[in-house]
């Protein structure tokens, strides 16, 4: 079923808790854009001058949909996005700032989890279990949650927000999204093409709906009870706020805490470095070391420090930077100016913990927030500074003995979002994924600590929140839980055999 509980658009008209388009335009930005030549690019997205938002008027049921005609849909929208990846792709890098390959990437990758949501529609269900009593059936049954709020981040402000939609949407669930608001004419051009597939099936448009704001409105979401999930993806500062407030009506939630992951890598003496340098460089350096999953520290064995080292100088210094709509780089600009001076208060406050910087360390001098990626050494695994997240590309590397010393090391901070080893060692990498290995919710062998693939729940442990999204069993999260018994008998025992006559 698809519900849209017209009462919370009421209250937000009413309230101003989430405001209409006549006191906040979804993408004021626009207007400075959209008429210049070289943005005309942007009217083949839908956006224009000025962009209605998330109110209209109502927000009406149409009722009961078949979860195989939701998937029916999410397919027509991920057709639409196929359509669309190039230019998507390029207001992706406009916006956010990562380069051109890597924002279509993004779009694809909600073209992906569409594709998946379409086969997942036609498998949902609970088990049939076998009842004790006699002439009994007993069952799981498996109903939509209603209304799911999306709070997304300005690093994926494509791919976070399909995770969640598309696997929201099959499960029958209608989304509130609340993006970056420094990513609204991306959140405004995502809209604009699920809605138009919505109403080309003459559903309404505001089954997906959008609402762009600060903080004052992804509160208003958190503290709604008529918002039954909450989906947030963001820092964990932020998110336990969130928590807090969602736990405090007894509502439901899941955290995705990105900027305190303190990822990490461990390389022992067999590793492959043909394998683990690329790895190093495409985990660290990559969309300038704002995602998630981007690798922070860097565990090498003492035997093959220095020249694992020396290797990551040379890859570093044949990175290509520059314009990020231009294919041929790889490296663009941070995504704000205070992220720029968050990165080099990292690298001064390295240095005053004894670490030593052997890459980069430096604002580019260049237009924009471009910063030189940067390796530091020398650093005590325990040093705070490694702890702390920065989301800029700061990579620390550190000396290990033995395996034991380096997986107390892996799991001794308080996020858990990903991590990997690069070793041949069969025993080694099944110590690695078990129980007294890492405590990561992703746990990789011989390939980065990012880009991860779509049909595996995405998510960590400890102060990243431990929600899960994307796909495996993912799905449940978006769905209430009904456990049913049936009596198709004429008698009536009670369980564990319980007389009460």
């Known amino acids: 079923m698809w519900r849209l509980p017209r009462a919370l658009c009421v209250h937000a008209a009413k309230t101003c808790k989430l405001p209409g388009p006549w006191s906040r335009p979804a993408a004021f930005m626009s207007t400075l854009?959209?008429?210049?030549?070289?943005?005309?690019?942007?009217?083949?997205?839908?956006?224009?001058?000025?962009?209605?938002?998330?109110?209209?008027?109502?927000?009406?049921?149409?009722?009961?949909?078949?979860?195989?005609?939701?998937?029916?849909?999410?397919?027509?929208?991920?057709?639409?996005?196929?359509?669309?990846?190039?230019?998507?792709?390029?207001?992706?890098?406009?916006?956010?700032?990562?380069?051109?390959?890597?924002?279509?990437?993004?779009?694809?990758?909600?073209?992906?989890?569409?594709?998946?949501?379409?086969?997942?529609?036609?498998?949902?269900?609970?088990p049939i279990l076998p009842s004790e009593r006699p002439g009994h059936a007993l069952i799981e049954q498996w109903n939509p949650v209603g209304l799911v709020g999306i709070i997304t981040a300005f690093n994926f402000p494509v791919a976070v927000y399909g995770w969640n939609n598309a696997i929201a949407m099959i499960c029958g669930n209608v989304c509130l999204w609340k993006g970056a608001p420094t990513t609204s004419l991306i959140s405004v051009a995502v809209t604009k093409i699920i809605a138009k597939v919505l109403e080309d099936n003459k559903l309404p448009g505001a089954i997906c709906s959008l609402t762009c704001g600060g903080a004052d409105i992804g509160t208003a979401m958190a503290k709604d009870e008529r918002v039954n999930l909450l989906s947030f993806t963001g820092s964990t500062q932020v998110g336990k706020q969130?928590?807090?407030?969602?736990?405090?009506?007894?509502?439901?939630?899941?955290?995705?805490?990105e900027d305190f992951n303190s990822l990490k890598y461990g390389a022992f003496e067999d590793a492959d470095l043909?394998?683990?340098?690329?790895?190093?460089?495409?985990?660290?350096?990559?969309?300038?070391?704002?995602?998630?999953?981007?690798?922070?520290?860097?565990?090498?064995?003492?035997?093959?420090?220095?020249?694992?080292?020396?290797?990551?100088?040379k890859a570093y210094a044949q990175v290509r930077v520059g314009n990020p709509w231009d294919p041929n780089v790889l490296y663009g600009p941070l995504h704000t100016k205070q992220?720029?001076?968050?990165?080099?208060?990292?690298?001064?406050?390295?240095?005053?913990?004894?670490?030593?910087?052997?890459?980069?360390?430096?604002?580019?001098?260049?237009?924009?927030?471009?910063?030189?990626?940067?390796?530091?050494?020398?650093?005590?695994?325990?040093?705070?500074?490694?702890?702390?997240?920065?989301?800029?590309?700061?990579?620390?590397?550190?000396?290990?003995?033995?395996?034991?010393?380096?997986?107390?090391?892996?799991?001794?901070?308080?996020?858990?979002?990903?991590?990997?080893?690069?070793t041949k060692d069969l025993g080694r990498i099944f110590r690695w994924l078990g129980p007294k290995g890492s405590d990561c919710g992703?746990?990789?062998?011989?390939?980065?600590?990012?880009?991860?693939?779509?049909?595996?729940?995405?998510?960590?442990?400890?102060?990243?929140?431990?929600?899960?999204?994307?796909?495996?069993?993912?799905?449940?999260?978006?769905?209430?839980?009904?456990?049913?018994?049936?009596?198709?008998?004429?008698?009536?025992?009670?369980?564990q055999g319980i007389k009460f006559q």
């Open 33 to 126: 854009l959209i008429n210049q030549p070289q943005y005309a690019w942007l009217k083949e997205l839908g956006l224009r001058e000025e962009n209605e938002g998330v109110y209209n008027g109502s927000w009406g049921g149409r009722g009961e949909i078949p979860a195989p005609k939701r998937g029916e849909i999410v397919r027509q929208i991920g057709d639409a996005l196929r359509e669309k990846i190039q230019v998507l792709g390029s207001l992706v890098s406009l916006e956010m700032g990562k380069v051109l390959v890597e924002g279509v990437g993004e779009v694809q990758e909600y073209v992906d989890i569409c594709d998946y949501a379409v086969g997942l529609s036609r498998m949902l269900g609970g």
């Open 242 to 257: 969130v928590a807090l407030m969602v736990q405090e009506r007894f509502g439901k939630c899941w955290l995705s805490n």
């Open 274 to 313: 043909s394998l683990v340098v690329p790895s190093a460089l495409f985990a660290a350096v990559g969309t300038a070391g704002q995602r998630c999953t981007t690798a922070r520290r860097l565990f090498v064995h003492e035997s093959i420090h220095d020249e694992v080292v020396n290797r990551l100088k």
């Open 339 to 422: 992220a720029v001076s968050m990165f080099l208060g990292a690298v001064e406050e390295a240095k005053k913990e004894g670490g030593t910087v052997v890459f980069g360390g430096k604002v580019m001098d260049r237009p924009g927030n471009y910063v030189e990626p940067t390796i530091v050494t020398g650093l005590a695994h325990d040093a705070s500074i490694a702890h702390t997240e920065t989301f800029a590309p700061i990579l620390y590397v550190f000396k290990f003995k033995n395996e034991e010393e380096v997986f107390a090391w892996n799991n001794e901070v308080k996020q858990g979002l990903s991590s990997s080893i690069f």
């Open 442 to 495: 992703i746990v990789n062998v011989n390939i980065p600590t990012s880009g991860a693939e779509i049909g595996g729940a995405f998510g960590g442990e400890k102060h990243t929140g431990g929600g899960r999204e994307s796909g495996s069993d993912a799905w449940k999260q978006y769905m209430r839980r009904s456990t049913c018994t049936i009596n198709y008998s004429k008698d009536l025992p009670l369980a």
